[in-house]
Each structure stands twice: as C-alpha cells, then as structure tokens.
C-alpha cells in the first residue's frame, strides 16, 4: 500500500475561468486555489501573465502574491487560497510588454518591465496592504527596460541585467544601492572582460544570482560566468563555465546552501536538460549531471530549496527534483499548469514564473495563459507534518536576520527544534513557559524549520532567513 501511495498520480479535472474545461495532471503536489482575469488583452492571441513574486506582511500575518499581466501590476491577498482578493492594481509605465520582473526587499517592491514599450523603474510600499499599495518611486533617469532584477537583502544591493538607458545605449549589469529603500542610486556597473584587441566578452547579462556579493551571471550564448563583487572598484572574474553538455542560451542559475552546487538552464534551444555543477573549486567547476522533466520540454527558472530544485518549466507547469543523489536528480512531484498533454512543445507558453518562499510552505505559479496558482508539495517532501492549533504562536520576524523572538502569551510549556532544509536539526532548546530570543545571525540564508511541541499540540512554522 505505501509503495502504491508513493507512486499514484492524481487527474483533476477542472474548469478553468476561460470557460473551457481541461484536465491538470498532478503529482504529489495539491492545488490550493487558482485566480485569472481572461478579459485581459493577450499578446499573440496567448499570454496575459509573466513573472510572479510573493511577500509576507510578518506583523499581520498576510501572504500575499504579486503578479506581472501584459497591462499591469496585481497585487493578491493569498492567505487563504480558497478566497484570493484582488488589493490592487498598478499600472507599469509600459503596457502591452512580453515581461514584468519584480523583488522584495523589506515592505518594498521593485519593478521592471522588457520587450515592449518603454518603461520605468517602480517601487511600490507594501505596508498598507491589504487595503492598498503607494508607489514611492516611478522613474526612467537610470533605465527605461530592463530584461531581469535581483536583490541581495543582506548588502542592500538592487542589480538590473540589460539595462537599457535612456541617455542611450546599454549595460550588461547596474548595481543599485539600497540604503535608502525609497530613492534607489546607482553605486556600480559590471566591469565586461575585453579580449586582447579591445573587444567586449560579452554584451548581456540575461539574469543573475547574487549571494555574498559573488553574481552568478548568465550570459546568453556565452554560458555562465562568476564574478566577486564585494568591491566594485576591483571586480574579479573568478570562473566562467561554458563548455558543457546541450548547451545553448544560459538563461538563469540558482545556488544550493551550502554554495557548493549549482543548477542552471539553457532557454534555447528548446528541450535542453537543468545543468548541475559542483563548484566547490570555484576555479575548477565540475558538471555532475543533467535531468529533465519530458523530453522536448524546456526549464525557465529554477529555486533550489533544500535538497530539492523547484522548477518552471514552461509547458510542462511546475515541477520538483530530489536531488539528495546529486548524480541522478529524479521527479518529485509536478503540477501542469496548463492544458495537458501539449500538442507541442513549440514557441513560449505554460508556467512562467513560481515563488517557493511564504511561510505557509505554499508556491505561488504564473501561467502565462491560464492564470495564478496555488499549490502545495505533499508533506511526505519534506518529512514535516503541520498539526492544527488555535494557539496564536509564531517566531518572528519572517524572514528573520539577526534574531528570533518567540512571544508565550498563554505561559505554555514549549519545546522547541529548529531543522534547516536540509533536515538537519541545528537547535533543540526546552523554552518553558518564558519569552525566547536567540541569535541568528550565524545561520545560513534559507529554508528553516521551527517545531513547537508542548503536551497539547504540535506546530511546524516555515521561516526564512535572508
């Protein structure tokens, strides 16, 4: 029986809000809700959606997803996936565009738009919401488009990868700086490598991955290049990965905790395989494997999340890989976000974008023709089992940085167990019936685990550190 329970596929079928039906084909993963606007203009007779991102509002305890259509910005209360809300609208300087990108950073939001008219770079205030949001700032004096944007919280550092500037021209990646979160400045460009008559490496930097200041850049047609950029002024190229197997458009990468491992896809041509390379010589990386999810498909952007890799993958929805055996990846679970099986795999549509960070442990997805979706992972994933309680508990901030703070209002006899993704326990602590604070600031960015047992209950609250 467990082993017929471990391999069952579930077919739902549901109507979408176009008003035709079509069957979603799911594997250990759940749907939890699904929002759509139809009456949207599509582009190409198709798409309406693009990029998603997510925020959680820590003080009133709202999830909330935002999300790029072809007109504008949406801005979702998901709480409750059952009952999505609709707070608000905001237009983009651009309307009618292929892709919006977006990043949190504190109660922020920081916005972009490519192909299309030109546009601007937004910030919007997130802490009026659910009632509203105030865009803070709407300018094009730096850039008009920009292809992609990545935030490193901890360095307070915006960067924008094509970035095409009104004054004229473009730069392959602006460094922004954040310290004054409403009025972001310019502080560094990357520095392209020439060759020896003068002539740039490389002109884009499609999308990157930035952890304690090292971007991990991909560059197109040139593969994956790795810069140190803690000082701006004496920026060093410390690897570039470019030989591999089906290689093509490297379009974005993604790290493990460790920074040992990383996974990065090829957009074009369509059907390549997610690359896995060990980087533990960062002068020396070694590939370890390639895996895929139906031949034919193509892989968008991956989150790499403990030992397993979240995946968009176009026409195939949303899928996950274990990776605990780095050499062979195998499918955890999928979710087709779109009518299934394709007829093709041809040209862009499906899953475009998914956010893997609430603390909910919910996934935000974006299919570029049939809407927003919430979904959720089989708990037999991750090994962790959440116990319903009224018992208002919870560890705060999250995300967290320096420290965790746990309020006991009812003076309950608490045992506390903080696990990594990994699994791994890293803080077993008996609190009692006390307030608790520990310092966090050695711990890892990621995915942690907090389990809160007393002779009651037991509860599992998903945090993040950034």
């Keep these: 029986m467990r082993i017929i329970n471990h391999l069952k596929f579930a077919l739902i079928a549901c109507v979408c809000s176009m008003g035709g039906a079509f069957a979603q084909v799911s594997y250990q ?88 008219a030109k546009g601007s770079l937004q910030v919007f205030d997130l802490q009026y919401l659910p009632d509203s949001v105030h865009k803070v700032y709407d300018s094009d004096s730096i850039s008009y488009n920009t292809h992609s944007i990545f935030i490193e919280a901890k360095s307070k550092r915006l960067y924008l990868c094509i970035n095409r500037l009104t004054s004229g021209g473009v730069a392959a990646m602006d460094i922004m700086g954040l310290e004054n979160p409403e009025n972001p400045q310019i502080i560094g460009r990357l520095q392209v490598p020439t060759f020896g008559d003068g002539v740039s490496a490389f002109r884009n930097v499609h999308e990157v991955f930035v952890r304690n200041d090292t971007a991990y850049c991909s560059i197109e047609y040139k593969g994956l290049w790795i810069f140190d950029l803690r000082d701006l002024k004496k920026q060093r190229l410390l690897s570039v990965i470019s030989e591999y197997p089906e290689n093509g458009y490297n379009h974005t990468s993604t790290l493990d905790e460790s920074g040992k491992y990383i996974i990065f896809t090829d957009e074009i041509p369509s059907g390549t395989s997610i690359k896995l390379f060990d980087i533990q010589n960062i002068f020396n990386p070694k590939l370890v494997s390639l895996f895929r999810s139906n031949q034919g498909a193509t892989a968008h ?31 955890a679970g999928y979710y087709h976000t779109s009518p299934w099986p394709p007829p093709s ?25 049939t809407g927003i979706f919430i979904l959720r992972p089989d708990p037999s994933l991750t090994g962790l089992v959440q116990t319903e309680t009224k018992d208002p508990l919870n560890l705060v901030p999250n995300p967290f940085q320096d420290k965790l703070l746990l309020n006991n209002p009812q003076q309950l006899d608490l045992e506390l167990k903080l696990y990594n993704a990994k699994g791994e326990l890293i803080l077993h602590k008996n609190i009692g019936t006390t307030t608790f604070e520990t310092e966090t600031s050695h711990l890892e960015m990621g995915m942690y685990f907090a389990v809160l047992q007393s002779g009651q209950f037991q509860m599992v609250q998903k945090l993040i550190k950034n």
Excluded at 60 to 89: H, M, R, W
Excluded at 356 to 361: E, I
């Design 29 to 116: 993963v759940d749907l939890l809700g699904h929002w759509d606007k139809p009456s949207l203009p599509r582009l190409n007779g198709y798409q309406i959606w693009n990029d998603i991102t997510g925020y959680y509002d820590s003080i009133k305890g709202k999830e909330y997803a935002i999300a790029g259509s072809t007109d504008s910005i949406y801005f979702l209360d998901v709480t409750n996936p059952k009952q999505i809300i609709q707070c608000d609208v905001e237009d983009g300087k651009a309307r009618g565009v292929v892709n919006r990108d977006y990043e949190c950073f504190s109660h922020y939001v920081y916005c972009v738009s490519d192909n299309g």
């Design 301 to 331: 952007n991956p989150f790499w999340i403990g030992s397993f890799v979240y995946v968009s993958y176009y026409h195939d929805g949303f899928y996950i890989f274990d990776l605990k055996d780095k050499t062979k990846p195998s499918v």
């Design 345 to 369: 795999y041809e040209g862009y549509k499906g899953c475009w974008g998914i956010y893997t960070k609430l603390p909910s442990g919910n996934i935000l997805a974006s299919d570029m023709g």
